[in-house]
């Protein structure tokens, strides 16, 4: 005689997880949240410095170092943001809304892809001086180096960010996969950083990256496993 043993009913639109996978993508959020950090506050080169202040800067072997550093940051922060989309795409792939969940694809290797290119940027001097045995370079490029840097982070990179954690939180919001909450907050984190792109601003919109990041892993970490 068989028996026949029920499975609790997943939210709509969704495909249950598994629990390694789930707690793989929780953790990778968490990770992704204290990396982004790292690769941002690990090196701050001096603002309107002078000429001489900025080179003295640049002369210290630690200063070079924490370039490196946060290079490698930086590429772990691509890479774990890559997990948790990944997984992201993966629940929302019986939402019905293919176009959305696209586009955050799309988003998501963009921000990926632009944030490697920033980590060539935060190591590349590092690189010069320590493994080629290159002088230090002169200050203009030393300037233009960092403000690249910068811009790459504070444009590109935070509204890739912002627009893929939007479509989302659309789909996720629209089909009540994860829960509506979760998907409210990356609409305003999200919004947020897109005004704060427009003023220029968007490099110290860091922190709402962060905190999608950590209710994303709570909100992963609540979502039934099989």
């Excluded at 969704?14 to 982004?36: E, H, I, N």
């Excluded at 993966?90 to 490697?116: C, D, E, I, K, R």
């Excluded at 629209?174 to 003023?199: D, H, I, K, M, N």
Aim: proline share 4%.
């Amino acid at each position: 005689m068989s028996t026949y043993v029920s499975k609790a009913p997943t939210e709509a639109g969704s495909v249950p997880a598994t629990t390694k996978a789930r707690t793989v993508a929780a953790v990778a959020a968490v990770l992704f949240a204290v990396s982004f950090f790292l690769t941002v506050a690990s090196v701050n080169v001096p603002h309107k410095a002078s000429d001489a202040k900025l080179l003295d800067w640049w002369q210290d072997s630690g200063h070079v170092n924490s370039g490196i550093a946060s290079e490698f940051f930086a590429i772990a922060t691509a890479v774990l943001f890559a997990i948790v989309i990944n997984h992201l795409r993966t629940l929302l792939a019986n939402a019905g809304m293919p176009q959305w969940t696209a586009f955050a694809h799309s988003m998501a290797s963009a921000f990926t892809a632009v944030l490697l290119i920033s980590a060539a940027l935060r190591g590349v001097i590092g690189h010069m001086v320590k493994v080629y045995d290159e002088p230090l370079p002169g200050i203009d490029v030393l300037r233009y180096s960092t403000g690249l840097n910068y811009t790459l982070i504070g444009t590109a990179t935070m509204t890739a960010f912002a627009l893929a954690i939007i479509a989302v939180s659309v789909v996720v919001v629209r089909s009540s996969v994860l829960g509506a909450w979760v998907g409210y907050v990356g609409l305003l984190c999200g919004g947020v950083t897109l005004v704060a792109v427009f003023l220029l601003m968007g490099a110290f919109t860091v922190p709402l990256a962060m905190l999608w990041a950590l209710c994303i892993a709570v909100a992963i970490w609540r979502q039934p496993a099989v």
